[in-house]
Antibody, heavy 115, light 111 residues
Framework: EVQLVESGGGLVQPGGSLRLSCAAS????????MTWVRQAPGKGLEWLAN????????YYVDSVKGRFTVSRDNAKNSLYLQMNSLRVEDTAIYYC????????WGQGTLVTVSS | DVVMTQSPLSLPVTLGQPAAVSCRSS???????????LTWFQQRPGQSPRRLIY???NRDSGVPDRFSGSGSGTDFTLKISRVEAEDVGVYYC?????????FGGGTKVEI
């Protein structure tokens, strides 16, 4: 069974940093690109970043480019999102998902940016 | 960026009756490889999104056959042939043809 389990969310002050993790199981992790998506409270979905199967290429939307970094450790079947210079508007549930077309999703982890 | 416009915003439905959600893109979603990367998701209350349909009309494994997707170019539709109570939630379309991938604003389906 495919499973994606996010962790690392929490409360952080504006300007702070946080690192999210996504543990993958039930499929061959090295065969799929991986994506981060977020959803602000009561709002819609925003596609954030994608990383290729081998980590050689990474793609970011403008709203997080230069502040967020996606990475993966294929030996640990894990995906990461390093978030720096956090803003109040980054408050959201962060989901990891398999593939660019988001075939499978995790349950999400809540990030709250507030003073 | 490609703007994805969903309608209606809210869709009151009757159990056992059909329902349809529209998604229109501001540019053609046909990729150079000939595929159209238009995807539909369902998000039930309190749950993560779940992919229903990919590349316009391909139903994911485990998705009931009352869900179907159609369309081409810039105009796409998700249809539910006979609405069931478990279909309540918000439905989103996503285009992954052009950079950056963008979602529609969502359509809330309620009984």
């Amino acid at each position: 069974e495919v499973q994606l389990v996010e962790s690392g969310g929490g409360l952080v002050q504006p300007g702070g940093s946080l690192r999210l993790s996504c543990a993958a199981s039930g499929f061959t992790f090295t065969s799929y690109s991986m994506t981060w998506v977020r959803q602000a409270p009561g709002k819609g979905l925003e596609w954030l970043a994608n990383i290729k199967e081998d980590g050689s290429e990474k793609y970011y939307v403008d709203s997080v480019k230069g502040r967020f970094t996606v990475s993966r450790d294929n030996a640990k079947n894990s995906l990461y999102l390093q978030m720096n210079s956090l803003r109040v508007e980054d408050t959201a549930i962060y989901y990891c998902a398999r593939e660019r077309q988001l075939a499978r999703w995790g349950q999400g982890t809540l990030v709250t940016v507030s003073s | 960026d490609v703007v994805m416009t969903q309608s209606p915003l809210s869709l009151p439905v009757t159990l056992g009756q059909p329902a349809a959600v529209s998604c229109r893109s501001s540019q053609s979603l046909v990729y150079r490889d000939g595929n159209t990367y238009l995807t539909w998701f369902q998000q039930r209350p309190g749950q993560s999104p779940r992919r229903l349909i990919y590349e316009v009309s391909n139903r994911d494994s485990g998705v009931p056959d009352r869900f179907s997707g159609s369309g081409s170019g810039t105009d796409f539709t998700l249809k539910i042939s006979r609405v069931e109570a478990e279909d309540v939630g918000v439905y989103y379309c996503l285009q992954a043809t052009l950079w950056p991938p963008t979602f529609g604003g969502g359509t809330k389906v309620e009984i």
